[in-house]
């Protein structure tokens, strides 16, 4: 298995993320978010996305296990929780993919149990047709269909995260 045909060039990545930043800035002027990223995949996106806003954020990172069989959703995992507390503030999940849905769904769980004021996702790539739980995302990048993808952060185990474009596994 290795990366085939591009899905998302480079540069269309940096022109999308350049418009999420801008609009994260916007909608949170008066704040000082929490970027809350999921490790390892999020990181990527997190660095370029940071770098694109005009306001003043923290950042942090979760780490979360999922039993995930192919196709099925199974109970995520929190395997390395946030540094910091999050009680009172204004949380964005930056994640590189929302998939089925529950690993999303197991953090913005936990970030309610301790008590964020408001809780948002930015992810860049939606496979909504995969859904299994439903769950809110406020700033999306693209929407993909039904395929497994590698790069900016996507590993297939644990390879292909460097790549700086989308591409097809095949
Ligand atoms: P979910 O819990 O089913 O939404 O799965 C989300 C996680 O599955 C992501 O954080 C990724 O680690 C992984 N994942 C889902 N689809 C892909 C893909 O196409 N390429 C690489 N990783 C993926
Ligand atoms: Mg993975």
Do not use: W
Not at 35 to 57: A, M
């Amino acid at each position: 298995m290795r990366p085939g045909k591009v899905l998302i060039e480079t540069d269309d990545i940096k022109q999308r993320v350049s418009e999420l930043g801008e609009e994260i800035s916007r909608n949170y002027h008066h704040e000082k978010p929490v970027l809350v990223t999921v490790l390892k995949g999020g990181v990527i996106f997190v660095s370029d996305l940071i770098r694109e806003l005009s306001i003043p954020v923290e950042l942090d990172f979760v780490s979360v296990s999922s039993y995930k069989k192919r196709e099925k959703a199974a109970p995520a995992k929190i395997v390395q929780n946030l540094s910091g507390s999050v009680a009172g503030k204004h949380v964005i999940v930056v994640e590189n993919i929302v998939d089925t849905g529950s690993t999303l769904n197991r953090i913005l769980q936990e970030l309610k149990d301790r008590g964020a004021a408001s809780v948002e996702v930015c992810c860049l790539l939606d496979k909504k047709c995969k859904r299994k739980v439903d769950v809110d995302i406020r700033y999306r990048g693209f929407i993909i269909q039904d395929n497994f993808v590698v790069g900016y952060g996507l590993d297939y185990n644990q390879r292909f995260r460097n790549l700086p474009h989308i591409a097809l596994l095949e």
